[in-house]
Nanobody, 127 residues
Framework: QVQLVESGGGLVQPGGSLRLSCTGSGFTLDNLRIGWARQVPGKERETISCISGSDSSAYYSDSVKGRFTISRAKDTVFLQMNSLKPEDTAVYHC??????????????????????WGQGTQVTVSS
């Protein structure tokens, strides 16, 4: 079964850092467009970062720009999160944006029903 698998979440103090990883179970992420989104219970999902498959161009929402960095190493896509704030607390999902290019996927704000999503990893920022 083809699945996206996230890891690296946890509890961190405000100002701290975490690195999330996204891998493919049953397929490789190499050359695929991969995005990260987050969701707080009761709120809409928020697309926050995306890396293109062609040239690994990186895209960010305004809410994380300058603090988060997306990168890839062959079969894994990483999201380095620095200067974390309590409002970054959420379940973080990686996704394959199926129809939208990265810039449009970020501007879309929530992702689409055509995207392929992982189960997510919890990030909690609290003292």
């Amino acid at each position: 079964q083809v699945q996206l698998v996230e890891s690296g979440g946890g509890l961190v103090q405000p100002g701290g850092s975490l690195r999330l990883s996204c891998t493919g179970s049953g397929f490789t992420l190499d050359n695929l467009r991969i995005g990260w989104a987050r969701q707080v219970p009761g709120k809409e999902r928020e697309t926050i970062s995306c890396i293109s498959g062609s040239d690994s161009s990186a895209y960010y929402s305004d809410s994380v720009k300058g603090r988060f960095t997306i990168s890839r190493a062959k079969d894994t896509v990483f999201l380095q999160m620095n200067s974390l704030k309590p409002e970054d607390t959420a379940v973080y999902h990686c996704a394959i944006p199926y129809r939208l290019q990265c810039g449009d996927w970020i501007r879309n704000g929530t992702g689409t029903r055509y995207d392929i999503w992982g189960q997510g990893t919890q990030v909690t920022v609290s003292s």
